[in-house]
């Protein structure tokens, strides 16, 4: 059974940071790409930021570039998202999304609540 498990969500005051972990299982984590994607209220599911298996493409949508960071841990089976210099506007619901070859067939955490705000 494939499962993700995020955590780390939680209010924050802007300017602030949280790491965000999405913990994974059912599959083999170390030969999948991971992704994270974001959707706040009356706004379109977006993606974040993707890391492919071997952690040598990184992808990151133009509004947190040089404030946000996704890494993989293959032996923890984890990928995680540090989110620095944070802003009302990152105030959104964060997933973890797994993409399991062959197919792909896609995989989505629970969702964790992110709030920026004073």
């Known amino acids: 059974q494939v499962q993700l498990v995020e955590s780390g969500g939680g209010l924050v005051q802007p300017g602030g940071s949280l790491r965000l972990s999405c913990a994974a299982s059912?599959?083999?984590?170390?030969?999948?790409?991971m992704s994270w994607y974001r959707q706040a209220p009356g706004k379109e599911r977006d993606m974040v930021a993707t890391?492919?298996?071997?952690?040598?493409?990184?992808n990151y949508v133009d509004s947190v570039k040089g404030r946000f960071t996704i890494s993989r841990d293959n032996a923890k089976n984890t990928v995680y998202l540090q989110m620095n210099s944070l802003k009302p506007e990152d105030t959104a619901v964060y997933y973890c999304?797994?993409?399991?070859?062959?197919?792909?067939?896609?995989?989505w955490g629970q969702g964790t609540q992110v709030t920026v705000s004073s």
């Open positions: 999304k797994a993409s399991v070859f062959p197919g792909p067939h896609h995989y």
């Open positions: 059912g599959f083999p984590f170390s030969r999948n790409t």
């Open positions: 890391i492919t298996s071997a952690g040598g493409t990184i």
